[in-house]
T-cell receptor, first 118, second 117 residues
């Protein structure tokens, strides 16, 4: 099956600093990548949709200047949390789809990144 | 706007028995897809099963089957012969549009399943 990786798997940063999370599709070209956020015992909330080579589309209520998303290639998308605060502490998950193979309908999820802001 | 509802925050099932996790949805798009994912405590999202809105038959994948009732807008997950390893959070999700349009997934609130030995 298709594999999506995320790096780092966990990160601790100080309040006010920025942190970058990478999402890579390892064995397929991802035309679209999605970034989700999940608080403990809650559902996944979509933050933004990114298509290779174009600006990300953010969901309502998500600050695009705080959560910078770049989808520079067909295998890599990055999420940068700028000026992080303790309330940004969460589990961030990316997913990727090619719209064709391996399966047109399926999104492939990364293992997630746990961010803790102190 | 599309909406997904899971009304069971938590469920218990005895090992080797079957269990049904409920999911209802709402959309005005005639083309959509319905998904079930399993999320163990490690956090990874494990794809279980998919049902397209035009699929005539209910989807099955091993011990998982999706009870798709289009008129009722429900897509319940049935797990047969529960195993201890099935204990996890289960999410129902929906994507509007055709399969190859790469549409976003909207998730339900989740159901935490606990399998008792």
């Amino acid at each position: 099956g298709a594999v999506v990786s995320q790096h780092p798997s966990w990160v601790i940063c100080k309040s006010g600093t920025s942190v970058k999370i990478e999402c890579r599709s390892l064995d397929f070209q991802a035309t679209t990548m999605f970034w989700y956020r999940q608080f403990p015992k809650q559902s996944l909330m979509l933050m933004a949709t990114s298509n290779e080579g174009s600006k990300a589309t953010y969901e309502q209520g998500v600050e695009k200047d705080k959560f910078l998303i770049n989808h520079a290639s067909l295998t890599l998308s990055t999420l940068t949390v700028t000026s992080a605060h303790p309330e940004d502490s969460s589990f961030y998950i990316c997913s990727a789809t090619s719209g064709t193979t391996p399966a047109a309908y399926e999104q492939y999820f990364g293992p997630g990144t746990r961010l803790t802001v102190t | 706007a599309q909406k997904i509802t899971q009304t069971q925050p938590g469920m218990f099932v005895q090992e080797k028995e079957a269990v049904t996790l409920d999911c209802t949805y709402d959309t005005s798009d005639p083309s959509y897809g319905l998904f079930w994912y399993k999320q163990p405590s490690s956090g990874e999202m494990i794809f279980l099963i998919y049902q397209g809105s035009y699929d005539q038959q209910n989807a099955t994948e091993g011990r998982y089957s999706l009870n798709f009732q289009k008129a009722r807008k429900s897509a319940n997950l049935v797990i047969s012969a529960s195993q201890l390893g099935d204990s996890a959070m289960y999410f129902c999700a929906m994507r509007e549009g055709r399969d190859n349009q790469g549409g976003k997934l909207i998730f339900g609130q989740g159901t935490e399943l606990s399998v008792k030995p």
